[in-house]
């Protein structure tokens, strides 16, 4: 009997103003089942971290990817968004048979590949997606917070917070600022 592997695949990262946009490709052991997946905003950062572990020791296989903030400038946000999916699953150690990616659109992959909206709540191995993808780039926020401490970018992992937006008018932005988002374009500092 032939078994199709599925990949899940998700983001995180898309809306803050800094920091690379983060995402995941998992594919589930059927045989290993995992409780409690579920959409990683759903989540508390404890729930998070401890299904992370165990997506990462029970899935057949699992990717975390990324597109840098340099390439969210230059490609814009949806597209590097793509291109960060498809390092996901060009990264798997397994090849899936089929790809269901959290949203409305779809990266070009070497397999059938379908969006579905909402898919982080109700596709297992798209939350679980969700969950790699999340908190790979929250911990990605906690080390820029350590290169540039001025932002908070660990407590708001980047969200234009009404501190972040505080931070960026009195310091300009950092490396780590995405220049093509309004509210870093707006500040009167040179990039």
């Given at each position: 009997m032939i078994v199709l592997l599925i990949a899940g695949i998700d983001e995180a990262g898309r809306g803050p103003l800094a920091g690379p946009v983060v995402a995941s490709a998992v594919i589930l052991d059927p045989e290993r089942p995992i409780k409690g997946l579920r959409d990683s905003k759903q989540l508390t950062a404890g729930?998070?971290?401890?299904?992370?572990?165990e997506i990462r020791?029970?899935?057949?296989?699992?990717?975390?990817a990324e597109a840098c903030v340099a390439e969210i400038d230059e490609l814009n946000i949806l597209q590097a968004t793509l291109v960060a999916m498809r390092r996901a699953?060009?990264?798997?150690?397994i090849a899936p048979g089929q790809a269901l990616v959290d949203g409305n659109c779809c990266p070009l992959l070497p397999c059938p590949?379908?969006?579905?909206v909402g898919g982080d709540r109700d596709i297992a191995a798209i939350?679980?997606?969700?969950?790699?993808a999340k908190?790979?780039?929250?911990?990605?926020?906690?080390?820029?917070?350590r290169l540039y401490p001025d932002y908070g970018f660990a407590q708001h992992k980047g969200y234009a917070t009404p501190e972040h937006l505080a931070a960026?008018?009195?310091?300009?932005p950092c490396p780590?600022?995405?220049?093509?988002?309004?509210?870093?374009?707006?500040?009167n500092f040179d990039f």
């Open positions: 729930e998070r971290d401890d299904l992370a572990a020791a029970r899935s057949l296989a699992w990717a975390v699953v060009a990264a798997l150690a590949v379908r969006a579905i939350s679980a997606a969700s969950i790699l908190t790979s780039r929250d911990l990605m926020l906690v080390e820029l917070d960026l008018a009195r310091y300009g780590a600022h995405r220049r093509s988002f309004a509210p870093v374009r707006q500040t």
